[in-house]
T-cell receptor, first 116, second 111 residues
Framework: GENVEQHPSTLSVQEGDSAVIKCTYSDSASNYFPWYKQELGKRPQLIIDIRSNVGEKKDQRIAVTLNKTAKHFSLHITETQPEDSAVYFC???????????????FGQGTELSVKP | EADIYQTPRYLVIGTGKKITLECSQTMGHDKMYWYQQDPGMELHLIHYSYGVNSTEKGDLSSESTVSRIRTEHFPLTLESARPSHTSQYLCASISRRTEAFFGQGTRLTVV
């Protein structure tokens, strides 16, 4: 089945610096790659996603890049702020593909700490 | 407001007890998943469902069972709780675009 590896497990940056989190996946049929942010004591929430028909997507200070050949994708956060501190999870899926759309498999998570 | 609800939020029970964690969603989604997560750690898929009467085991072995008799409801049951079951259990409802909407979670402690 699908396996998603995420690095690093912890990341500490100064406010204003950039942060990059990387994930690799094993199943070449995966075509949907979301990123979730989980603040302390809260539920994970989707922050950005990318599908296999594009190589990059940007939303204000966050961007995601996808390299299907190498089977890896990355989250980039620019001009980091203390409120960006959280655990970030990448995920991969073969969905949607009809009613039996694929499972959403998560990476191990990255704890990002932004120091003021 | 369309949302996904989990009850209870916190539960402390004794070893050997049977418990059911409730999960309900009002978003009309067919797919629902259960994840097990230790605080701030990896999300492990333990059960998933593609619709009514459809249930599958996930990638992480779990001694729990699930049922899906109604689209809105996806309860998880532990027949005999053990201390190793202590964890947080997150239920998710999946949109047709594969976006996961998570419940607030149930933090279970087995003593």
């Amino acid at each position: 089945g699908e396996n998603v590896e995420q690095h690093p497990s912890t990341l500490s940056v100064q406010e204003g610096d950039s942060a990059v989190i990387k994930c690799t996946y094993s199943d070449s049929a995966s075509n949907y790659f979301p990123w979730y942010k989980q603040e302390l004591g809260k539920r994970p929430q989707l922050i950005i996603d990318i599908r296999s028909n594009v190589g990059e997507k940007k939303d204000q200070r966050i961007a995601v890049t996808l390299n299907k050949t190498a089977k890896h994708f990355s989250l980039h956060i620019t001009e980091t702020q203390p409120e960006d501190s959280a655990v970030y999870f990448c995920a991969a899926s073969k969905g949607p593909s009809g009613n039996q759309g694929g499972k959403l498999i998560f990476g191990q998570g990255t704890e990002l700490s932004v120091k003021p | 407001e369309a949302d996904i609800y989990q009850t209870p939020r916190y539960l402390v029970i004794g070893t050997g007890k049977k418990i059911t964690l409730e999960c309900s969603q009002t978003m009309g989604h067919d797919k629902m998943y259960w994840y097990q997560q230790d605080p701030g750690m990896e999300l492990h898929l333990i059960h998933y469902s593609y619709g009514v009467n459809s249930t599958e085991k996930g990638d992480l072995s779990s001694e729990s069972t699930v049922s899906r008799i109604r689209t809105e409801h996806f309860p998880l049951t532990l027949e005999s709780a053990r201390p190793s079951h202590t964890s947080q259990y997150l239920c998710a409802s999946i949109s047709r675009r594969t976006e996961a909407f998570f419940g607030q979670g149930t933090r279970l402690t087995v003593v």
